[in-house]
């Protein structure tokens, strides 16, 4: 796929929520929250217009069910794509619109992803720096591939800023 960058849109989390709405339908009970997280979920900071969102579910073996009702409302199933205890689903094709990532409760990737959103959102200045750095990988790598895995020692970086910001957070309660 090309880097399409794009500048922050709200509609963004209109999509998110109609989503949610989708995979509640059918999912039902075994849903137990949704998360919007990744650079869409960031006000301000630009983004792959593909909205992540996060699944968290009782539990993750009953998810693949649904593979065959995934499939007819235009989902591409990935499986666990190099994450144990994931399902990711991909939805668009080429022009992709969402990347849900399903999680049984009690995984610690639920926390890494919600912790770095939130560090993000709060830390303005940080998110700044890291949307900018993207455009300038946007300009340099056309390829999501490329551009993925040049961004991902500064990601990792940034992540562990967030996870340092978080311990100390907690520390204070």
Request: proline residues 1%.
């Amino acid at each position: 796929m090309k880097v399409r960058l794009s500048p922050y849109n709200p509609e963004w989390i209109n999509e998110y929520k109609k989503e949610c709405k989708r995979l509640k339908e059918l999912f039902g009970e075994l849903v137990i929250q949704f998360e919007h997280f990744g650079s869409t979920s960031i006000v301000n900071m630009k983004a792959k217009s593909v909205i992540d969102m996060m699944v968290i579910v009782k539990n993750i073996d009953k998810v693949d069910q649904f593979n065959s009702q995934l499939r007819k409302l235009g989902y591409d199933i990935a499986g666990e794509w190099g994450i144990e205890g994931r399902r990711l689903l991909r939805k668009g094709g080429e022009d992709r619109t969402h990347h849900i990532h399903i999680y049984q409760e009690g995984n610690r990737e639920i926390d890494r992803h919600l912790i770095f959103r939130d560090y993000l959102r709060i830390h303005k200045d940080e998110a700044i720096k890291y949307s900018t750095y993207k455009e300038q990988l946007a300009m340099k790598y056309h390829d999501t591939k490329e551009y993925s895995k040049a961004k991902r020692s500064y990601v990792s970086e940034l992540e562990q800023k967030a996870l340092e910001w978080h311990k100390k957070e907690k520390e204070y309660e």
